[in-house]
C-alpha cells in the first residue's frame, strides 16, 4: 500500500521558513516524479516544485522565484520542500504526490497523495 506523509508545516511569521517533509512507503520515491503542491479554500491545487525523473530534473513554478528549493534523501525515501522568505500569500495546505510520470507540474498527473500538511503565514 502506497501511503505519502507530510510534515512540518507550521503557523510562521512573514519573512521566516519552514521545510516540510515527505516520507513515503510501498514505492521508492526517487523511481517516480514527485511534486509539491499547495492549495487554498475555493481555488485549485498549483503546482510548486517537483522532481521530474530519477536524474534529478526539475519542473517549478514562476512564484518560486528562488525562495522554494526541493531536495530528496534517497536512503530515507523522502523528499523536502525549503520555503524562505515566506510571505502571506503561502498560506495554504502543502501536498506531496507521487506519480510514475509527470513531466508538468500538473495535479491531474499524479497518482498518489498525501494527506497535507497546513502552512499558515501570519504575523
Known amino acids: 500500500q502506497v501511503q505519502l506523509v507530510e510534515s512540518g508545516g507550521d503557523l510562521v511569521q512573514p519573512g521566516g521558513s519552514l521545510r516540510l517533509s515527505c516520507a513515503a512507503s510501498g514505492l521508492i520515491l526517487e523511481n517516480y516524479a514527485i511534486g509539491w503542491f499547495r492549495q487554498v479554500p475555493g481555488k485549485e491545487r498549483e503546482g510548486i516544485f517537483s522532481?521530474?525523473?530519477?536524474?534529478?530534473?526539475?519542473g517549478y513554478s514562476a512564484f518560486v522565484k528562488g525562495r522554494f528549493t526541493i531536495s530528496r534523501d534517497n536512503a530515507k525515501n523522502a523528499v523536502y520542500l525549503q520555503m524562505n522568505s515566506l510571505k502571506s500569500q503561502d498560506t495554504a495546505v502543502y501536498y506531496c504526490a507521487a506519480a510514475k510520470l509527470a513531466e508538468e507540474l500538473v495535479a491531474g498527473l499524479y497518482d498518489y497523495w498525501g494527506q497535507g500538511t497546513q502552512v499558515t503565514v501570519s504575523s
Open positions: 522532481y521530474i525523473d530519477s536524474d534529478g530534473k526539475l
